[in-house]
Nanobody
Framework: VQLQASGGGLVQAGDSLRLSCAAS????????LGWFRQAPGKEREFVAS????????YYADSVKGRFTISRDNAKKTVTLQMNSLKPEDTAVYYC???????????????WGQGTQVTVSS
């Protein structure tokens, strides 16, 4: 499974930004997709994940109510809509995937390249 993320950039606090990730490979049917982020000097942390059906979504407490994860299985994409961005959301965001819901939140098997999100105050 290959993952290609896009959509990062520089925004001001309170602005919105949308990240997208395209999945490809022999098969991605059933795979759980998600996002992690890593701020400078910090460990990589879970942000959000979504099941194949879209019926199960998980969010980090720090982004609940502000970020929304969604997916389009026909297009094999996952999107992270980020609203009310804060300077502390500044990080490199990574698309991730795993065949297991728990694995997708803890230690995904597949990683995409990162995309930088910078939120100025």
């Amino acid at each position: 499974v290959q993952l290609q993320a896009s959509g990062g950039g520089l925004v001001q606090a309170g602005d919105s930004l949308r990240l997208s990730c395209a999945a490809s490979g022999h098969t991605v049917s059933g795979i759980v997709l998600g996002w992690f982020r890593q701020a400078p000097g910090k460990e990589r942390e879970f942000v959000a994940s979504i099941s194949w059906s879209g019926g199960s979504k998980y969010y980090a407490d720090s982004v609940k109510g502000r970020f929304t994860i969604s997916r389009d299985n026909a297009k094999k994409t996952v999107t992270l809509q980020m609203n009310s961005l804060k300077p502390e959301d500044t990080a490199v965001y990574y698309c991730a995937a795993d065949w297991d819901s728990y694995g997708a939140r803890v230690r995904p098997e597949y990683w995409g390249q990162g995309t930088q999100v910078t939120v100025s105050s």
